[in-house]
């Protein structure tokens, strides 16, 4: 239970261009999902908080207006990464917990994008 | 300010000896504490956490933790080393920010090689 999925694990995309990351929880409702992005051999950087319905809570020194977040149903969240720079190139790791269930988080497999 | 500290970036075992990756955290309250695992090309797997009660944790995949609080610490143990154990393990700190937002802070990972 409580599987996470991304889609695409990974893209290659070119400079300027956009792409759309999808994050889905298959088998249980997500009332709030996280996105992160992860540098090698490095930590989570937590990106922003959605909850399902309501305006995404960016951490910060993220850009909201270049990382849109979408979380339209309690299985569904979108990033998408507008203008992709190279410097935007990294893995991307989107999570996803059930409501009343404190702190637990189940994660996607992750998305690398890499910008040329 | 919440922090997780990894001390060790790079452990390597054998293959049936014992193994501690190290956990300190910095915060105010009681904490709410994990032990993540990341394989290539997986996402992260919860391993154990701490909320309350027993200090000392049983996880998956016979890892168990201890929370010492007065060593702000939060170590993970194993008795014996499997090969299929290698991979990079974080330590998080769950808390609720201003907003009232759940978050993870995490440590910088250690990554774990298992020798045959």
């Known amino acids: 239970g409580a599987v996470v999925s991304q889609h695409p694990s990974w893209v290659i995309c070119k400079s300027g261009t956009s792409v759309k990351i999808e994050c889905r929880s298959l088998?249980?409702?997500?009332?709030?999902m996280f996105w992160y992005r992860q540098f090698p051999k490095q930590s989570l950087m937590l990106m922003a908080t959605s909850n399902e319905g309501s305006k995404a809570t960016y951490e910060q020194g993220v850009e909201k207006d270049k990382f849109l977040i979408n979380h339209a149903s309690l299985t569904l969240s979108t990033l998408t990464v507008t203008s992709a720079h190279p410097e935007d190139s990294s893995f991307y790791i989107c999570?996803?917990?059930?409501?009343?269930?404190?702190?637990?988080?189940?994660f996607g497999p992750g998305t690398r994008l890499t910008v040329t | 300010a919440q922090s997780v500290t990894q001390p060790d970036i790079h452990i390597t075992v054998s293959e049936g000896a014992s193994l501690e990756l190290r956990c300190n955290y910095s915060?105010?309250?009681?904490?709410?504490l994990f032990w993540y695992v990341q394989s290539p090309g997986q996402g992260l797997q919860l391993l154990l956490k701490?909320?309350?009660?027993d200090t000392l944790v049983q996880g998956i995949k016979g890892f168990e933790a201890e929370f010492k609080r007065s060593q702000s610490s939060f170590n993970l143990r194993k008795p014996s080393v499997h090969w299929s154990d290698a991979a990079e393990y974080f330590c998080?700190?769950?808390?609720?920010?201003?907003?009232?937002?759940?978050?993870?802070?995490w440590g910088l990972g250690t990554s774990l090689a298992v020798n045959p």
């Open positions: 701490y909320f309350s009660g």
């Open positions: 999570s996803a917990s059930i409501a009343g269930v404190q702190y637990e988080q189940y």
């Open positions: 998080a700190v769950g808390f609720f920010n201003a907003g009232n937002n759940r978050k993870l802070i």
């Open positions: 088998d249980f409702q997500a009332t709030t």
């Open positions: 915060y105010g309250a009681t904490p709410y």
